[in-house]
């Protein structure tokens, strides 16, 4: 089931250093969301804090509230690991388990939450995410196989069956494309259309096209110079901040002039 995610006064820190400061935004069910910006701007620091997987970092913190359709993820007694299973992730480097054959790291995430289920169920899970990524029919006769097997393209999509074989609400994304060759990029994007029917996702990218070819909305972050917070500047429509943006880092930004 897709959720709506609502962040309020968001800052994230690394030890001392402020990464991110003061995000407030609203990201729809059932869309895709982009984030784009310079590097060091803070959009792999913030998406993190989205299923807090910043906090597998050392020092690594925040202030404010990030709301699943209302629950504070943040909440005292509230288990990160089962937050993680709400909103699952994507990186940007394939990161399939090497020597796992294809279906237990579709099973890997579920195994993980401590879910038992009979054989028969599942296969149909395993059969059931690897459709949904788009990769059934491409290993169907070979789920035995190490997951290493696959090419880059494919073991992203296997990552990606991973992540939905555990029902998540959201699915956050971290340069996905950005290890893939042009056509395994197309193959991503087009899932991305199709996981928006199901689900709330969140992509990272640097490839402006993508994020104009994909996206719903759009959120630009900028960095004032080295050491400084990184902070959202404008958050629209995809085809607003492409065409009409409101601020002039942004359309600096969306037409190439830096970055
Ligand atoms: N593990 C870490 N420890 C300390 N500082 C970090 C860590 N990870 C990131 N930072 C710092 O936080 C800031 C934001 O980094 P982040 O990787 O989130 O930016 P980004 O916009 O995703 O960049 P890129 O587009 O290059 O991936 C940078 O100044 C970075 O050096």
Not at 56 to 70: K, Q
Not at 136 to 152: A, F, H, I, M, Q
Not at 217 to 242: R, S, V
């Amino acid at each position: 089931m897709s959720k709506r995610i609502d962040v309020k006064d968001l800052n994230v820190y690394y030890g001392n250093f402020r990464a991110v400061e003061g995000v407030n935004i609203s990201i729809e069910p059932k869309s895709v969301t982009a984030f784009i910006g310079p590097s060091g701007c803070g959009k792999s620091t913030f998406l993190r804090t989205l299923n807090r997987m910043h906090e597998v970092i050392p020092g690594a913190r925040v202030e404010g509230e990030v709301l699943l359709d209302g629950d504070d993820l943040y909440a005292p007694g509230v288990d990160p690991v089962a937050v993680r299973s709400h909103i699952g992730m994507v990186f940007q480097r394939p990161n399939p388990f090497p020597t796992m054959s294809i279906r237990d790291n579709v099973l890997a995430g579920v195994k993980l939450n401590g879910r038992r289920m009979s054989k028969s169920d599942a296969d149909a899970l395993v059969e059931q995410s690897l459709r949904g990524a788009n990769l059934w029919n491409e290993v169907k006769d070979r789920l035995n196989k190490p997951g290493s097997g696959l090419s880059g393209g494919q073991q992203q999509r296997l990552c990606i069956a991973r992540a939905i074989a555990v029902k998540p609400d959201v699915i956050l994304m971290d340069e996905p494309c950005s290890a893939l060759d042009p056509i395994s990029t197309l193959a991503i994007e087009d899932l991305i259309e199709e996981l928006k029917e199901n689900y709330t996702v969140v992509i990272v990218t640097h490839n402006m096209q993508q994020a104009a070819r994909v996206s719903d909305k759009t959120a630009f972050f900028n960095i004032a110079g080295t050491g400084k917070p990184g902070k959202l500047i404008e958050y629209a429509d995809t085809t607003t901040i492409f065409n009409n943006p409101t601020e002039k880092s942004t359309e600096d930004y969306v037409s190439g002039r830096f970055g």
